[in-house]
């Protein structure tokens, strides 16, 4: 039988270090990346100081500064492997190096000074493709899994993975630095730093995985701490004040956006008295200094003005639909994807009726089959027409692809409804 004592202490140190994970584990990478120049090397060391964490802090208690203890473990591991691979007298020479590098002070942080955020905008190199230079980034700063990033990319995990090792494979075989971008260096990389903080945003508050947190507000909070950062370094640049403002008028619904049963609540049915006024008025301001430049909107800045109807609304019937199906006109314009379409069937449904936008919504079927929202938006749509037989299958498709456990729980409350209404 076990003791409930170390039962309960070793529940207390799995949350810490899960907690020390995601606040160190990048900065840690970002640390050896930068003073080894190696990715792998930088990734590989931080593994093992946390897997020798796990063992040491369980017998020895947690360390006063336990990114200071994981640097340190993490730069021995790192100048270990050095030592291993590179025999010559030469590469000797430059593990010792290194080893008098870790003592003293960091270089200068030129134009990024946040560590993450240097690594993030070293990962969104021009030379790796778009798609390799997010799911890299979101590994190495995000800090997140690869299952979490292929749920992220709708794509298998083995290909994400994949992907991830080529990436890296890529920046060793071309000799790209790990080194500090320059000042000129940073707007060619801009988008694909924005697209990981958009994907990092959106995992923290969907998180895939049924036995995670529905929300993890780590995530959120760090992806808007590093968009804060950009949003500094660039003041110019409208979509990273877009992406901020979405960001923004995102986080601030979600205290009501979960129920205590752990249930995914609607943007219809949220207690809009729980948003944060302050996140929302941020946001809001952010959208209108946008639209007042008179310059063209990007993706995010749409997006963020779509966020800005739904939170100027007291009351989820006081919606302007008609406008929020004016923006994904326009949205559609700069992102022709079927995610784009099937998020304007929705407003089409409040304006036309369920039957127009279910039309629109079938259209959809081959390039969303494998995306959960798409068999949910559609259960919805069958519901309200009565066809209860068809919502059912729609229903359990949706529970099926869904990896959220609040979305789960609502998805399945709806569906037996069905079942208990006896519908056809």
Known sequence: MTDETDLGAATGL?????????????????????????????????????AIAVERWRTHGVPPNPGAWLTTTAGNKALDRVRRERRRDAKQGQAHMLTDQLSEPPEPAGAVEDERLRLLFTCAHPALAMEARVALTLRMVGGLTVAEIAHAFLVQETTMAQRVTRAKAKIKAAGIPWCVPA?????????????????????????????????????????IRLTRLVRELLPHDGEAAGLL???????????????????LVTLDQQDRGAWDRTLVAEGHALVRER????????????????NAVHTDAADARDTDWSQVAALYDQLARLDPSPVVALNRAIAVAELDGPHVALAQVDALAAPLAGYHAFHATRADLLRRLGRSAEAREAYDRAI?????????????????????????
């Open 400 to 424: 099926e692809l869904a990896g959220n456990s609040a979305e789960m729980a609502y998805l399945t409350r709806r569906r037996d409804q069905l079942a208990s209404a006896g519908g056809r």
């Open 245 to 263: 403002a979405l960001m923004l008028l995102t986080e601030a619904r979600r205290a009501a956006r979960v129920s205590a049963d752990g249930e």
């Open 183 to 223: 000042a000129a260096d940073l707007p060619a990389r801009t988008d694909g730093v924005l697209t990981v903080l958009y994907l990092v945003f959106n995992e923290g508050y969907l998180a895939s995985g049924a036995d995670t947190d529905p929300v993890r507000a780590e995530l959120t909070g760090e992806a």
């Open 14 to 50: 799995d949350e810490v270090l899960a907690r020390v994970h995601r606040e160190e584990w990048a900065r840690v990478v970002a640390t050896l990346a930068r003073r080894f120049g190696d990715l792998d090397v930088a990734e590989d060391a931080t593994a093992e100081a946390f």
């Open 291 to 306: 639209l007042a430049s008179g310059r063209p909107p990007g993706r995010y800045q749409v997006l963020a003005a779509i």
